[in-house]
Protein backbone atom coordinates (compact mmCIF):
# COMPACT_ATOMS: atom_id res chain seq x y z
CA UNK A 1 0.00 0.00 0.00
CA UNK A 2 2.94 2.40 1.23
CA UNK A 3 4.95 1.83 -2.04
CA UNK A 4 2.20 1.79 -4.23
CA UNK A 5 1.60 5.52 -2.33
CA UNK A 6 5.35 6.25 -3.87
CA UNK A 7 5.81 4.23 -7.46
CA UNK A 8 3.72 5.27 -10.03
CA UNK A 9 3.42 4.36 -14.31
CA UNK A 10 5.60 7.71 -14.79
CA UNK A 11 8.37 7.63 -11.64
CA UNK A 12 8.44 8.56 -8.05
CA UNK A 13 5.92 10.46 -5.43
CA UNK A 14 7.58 12.59 -2.96
CA UNK A 15 5.61 12.96 0.67
CA UNK A 16 5.27 11.56 3.98
CA UNK A 17 4.54 7.94 4.54
CA UNK A 18 2.55 7.05 7.90
CA UNK A 19 3.04 3.52 8.99
CA UNK A 20 2.48 1.95 12.78
CA UNK A 21 5.47 1.03 14.79
CA UNK A 22 6.90 -2.27 12.95
CA UNK A 23 4.49 -1.94 10.11
CA UNK A 24 7.77 -1.89 7.87
CA UNK A 25 8.84 1.75 7.33
CA UNK A 26 12.68 0.71 7.11
CA UNK A 27 12.28 -2.10 5.05
CA UNK A 28 10.02 -0.14 2.81
CA UNK A 29 12.83 2.19 2.75
CA UNK A 30 15.02 -0.55 1.82
CA UNK A 31 13.03 -1.23 -1.71
CA UNK A 32 13.10 2.34 -2.35
CA UNK A 33 16.55 1.79 -2.08
CA UNK A 34 17.04 -1.08 -4.21
CA UNK A 35 14.75 0.88 -6.86
CA UNK A 36 16.68 4.20 -6.87
CA UNK A 37 20.02 5.08 -8.68
CA UNK A 38 22.77 5.04 -6.14
CA UNK A 39 23.49 8.45 -4.23
CA UNK A 40 20.54 8.04 -1.53
CA UNK A 41 20.71 9.65 1.52
CA UNK A 42 19.38 8.58 5.02
CA UNK A 43 18.81 10.56 7.81
CA UNK A 44 18.13 9.14 11.28
CA UNK A 45 17.99 10.47 14.82
CA UNK A 46 20.82 8.76 16.56
CA UNK A 47 23.86 6.65 16.17
CA UNK A 48 22.05 3.30 16.88
CA UNK A 49 19.68 3.86 13.96
CA UNK A 50 22.16 4.51 11.83
CA UNK A 51 23.61 1.26 12.59
CA UNK A 52 20.51 -0.30 12.34
CA UNK A 53 19.57 1.09 9.01
CA UNK A 54 23.10 -0.01 7.55
CA UNK A 55 22.63 -3.78 8.87
CA UNK A 56 19.32 -3.88 7.38
CA UNK A 57 20.67 -2.64 4.37
CA UNK A 58 23.58 -4.99 4.18
CA UNK A 59 20.89 -7.55 5.20
CA UNK A 60 18.33 -7.28 2.53
CA UNK A 61 19.79 -5.53 -0.62
CA UNK A 62 21.93 -6.10 -3.29
CA UNK A 63 25.73 -6.82 -2.94
CA UNK A 64 27.80 -4.27 -3.73
CA UNK A 65 26.32 -1.72 -2.67
CA UNK A 66 28.17 0.93 -0.92
CA UNK A 67 27.04 2.18 2.16
CA UNK A 68 28.53 4.96 4.29
CA UNK A 69 28.12 5.66 8.04
CA UNK A 70 28.41 8.83 9.19
CA UNK A 71 27.62 10.26 12.59
CA UNK A 72 30.45 12.69 13.62
CA UNK A 73 32.66 14.59 11.27
CA UNK A 74 35.69 12.71 11.41
CA UNK A 75 33.61 9.92 9.14
CA UNK A 76 33.40 11.88 6.19
CA UNK A 77 36.61 10.56 4.34
CA UNK A 78 33.95 7.49 2.59
CA UNK A 79 31.47 10.04 1.59
CA UNK A 80 32.14 10.40 -2.31
CA UNK A 81 32.34 6.51 -2.96
CA UNK A 82 29.13 5.68 -1.22
CA UNK A 83 25.60 4.85 -2.94
CA UNK A 84 23.83 5.00 -0.05
CA UNK A 85 25.04 7.90 2.69
CA UNK A 86 23.42 7.16 6.37
CA UNK A 87 24.09 9.94 9.11
CA UNK A 88 22.40 11.95 11.85
CA UNK A 89 19.92 14.65 11.56
CA UNK A 90 22.56 16.38 14.04
CA UNK A 91 24.95 16.33 11.42
CA UNK A 92 23.46 18.50 9.20
CA UNK A 93 22.52 20.78 12.48
CA UNK A 94 25.33 21.13 14.38
CA UNK A 95 27.58 23.82 12.76
CA UNK A 96 31.03 22.90 14.15
CA UNK A 97 34.59 22.78 11.90
CA UNK A 98 34.35 18.85 11.98
CA UNK A 99 30.88 18.76 9.94
CA UNK A 100 31.61 21.82 7.64
CA UNK A 101 32.79 18.97 4.80
CA UNK A 102 29.75 16.79 5.23
CA UNK A 103 27.47 19.25 5.39
CA UNK A 104 28.83 21.02 2.36
CA UNK A 105 28.99 18.00 0.56
CA UNK A 106 25.91 16.60 1.73
CA UNK A 107 23.82 19.83 0.22
CA UNK A 108 25.44 20.44 -2.45
CA UNK A 109 25.02 17.14 -3.90
CA UNK A 110 21.76 16.44 -5.72
CA UNK A 111 20.43 13.18 -3.78
CA UNK A 112 18.29 10.10 -6.68
CA UNK A 113 16.47 10.04 -2.97
CA UNK A 114 16.09 11.01 0.51
CA UNK A 115 14.88 9.37 3.43
CA UNK A 116 13.92 10.92 6.75
CA UNK A 117 13.57 8.41 8.71
CA UNK A 118 10.98 9.01 12.07
CA UNK A 119 10.15 12.50 10.36
CA UNK A 120 8.04 13.87 13.08
CA UNK A 121 10.84 13.88 15.09
CA UNK A 122 12.82 15.82 12.91
CA UNK A 123 15.17 18.62 15.54
CA UNK A 124 13.07 21.85 16.07
CA UNK A 125 15.99 23.80 15.14
CA UNK A 126 16.79 22.09 11.73
CA UNK A 127 12.79 22.74 11.20
CA UNK A 128 12.96 26.59 12.08
CA UNK A 129 16.19 27.17 10.26
CA UNK A 130 15.29 25.54 7.31
CA UNK A 131 18.07 23.27 7.78
CA UNK A 132 16.23 20.86 5.48
CA UNK A 133 15.47 23.22 3.08
CA UNK A 134 18.82 22.95 1.11
CA UNK A 135 19.03 19.01 0.31
CA UNK A 136 17.91 18.94 -3.09
CA UNK A 137 16.30 15.34 -3.88
CA UNK A 138 14.39 13.74 -6.91
CA UNK A 139 12.39 11.35 -4.31
CA UNK A 140 12.42 12.65 -0.96
CA UNK A 141 10.09 10.46 1.74
CA UNK A 142 9.20 11.18 5.38
CA UNK A 143 8.52 7.67 7.12
CA UNK A 144 6.96 7.95 10.24
CA UNK A 145 4.15 6.47 13.04
CA UNK A 146 3.16 9.99 14.31
CA UNK A 147 2.30 12.42 12.10
CA UNK A 148 2.09 15.10 14.25
CA UNK A 149 4.94 17.20 15.97
CA UNK A 150 4.38 18.79 19.48
CA UNK A 151 5.75 22.21 18.36
CA UNK A 152 3.21 22.08 15.25
CA UNK A 153 5.44 22.68 13.07
CA UNK A 154 4.74 19.54 10.48
CA UNK A 155 3.45 21.36 8.08
CA UNK A 156 6.97 23.24 7.77
CA UNK A 157 7.80 19.48 7.13
CA UNK A 158 5.55 18.84 4.62
CA UNK A 159 6.79 21.89 2.62
CA UNK A 160 10.33 20.30 2.12
CA UNK A 161 9.11 16.85 1.63
CA UNK A 162 5.75 16.74 -0.12
CA UNK A 163 1.91 16.21 1.35
CA UNK A 164 1.16 13.22 3.05
CA UNK A 165 1.29 9.88 0.79
CA UNK A 166 -0.39 7.69 2.66
CA UNK A 167 -1.80 6.63 6.45
CA UNK A 168 -1.97 3.00 7.41
CA UNK A 169 -3.11 2.18 10.70
CA UNK A 170 -2.47 -0.99 12.77
CA UNK A 171 -5.90 -2.07 12.36
CA UNK A 172 -5.25 -2.21 8.49
CA UNK A 173 -2.32 -4.21 8.87
CA UNK A 174 -3.86 -6.74 11.55
CA UNK A 175 -7.03 -7.16 8.74
CA UNK A 176 -4.60 -7.75 5.52
CA UNK A 177 -1.88 -10.05 7.47
CA UNK A 178 0.57 -8.51 7.38
Not at 31 to 37: A, I, N, R, V
Not at 121 to 134: F, H
Request: charge should be positive; include cysteine; hydrophobic fraction near 40%.
Amino acid sequence: MALRAICTPTGFKSGILVVPCGGGKTLIGILLCSLLPAKILILCHNCNSVLQWKAQLVRWTCPGRRISTCTSGLQVESLEQADIVIMTYKMLSNRNAHNMYAQHWITTHVWSGIIYDEVHGTPADMVEERVLQPLQGKVKIGATATPTREDAKFSIVKEHIGPQLCNISWMELVRQKL
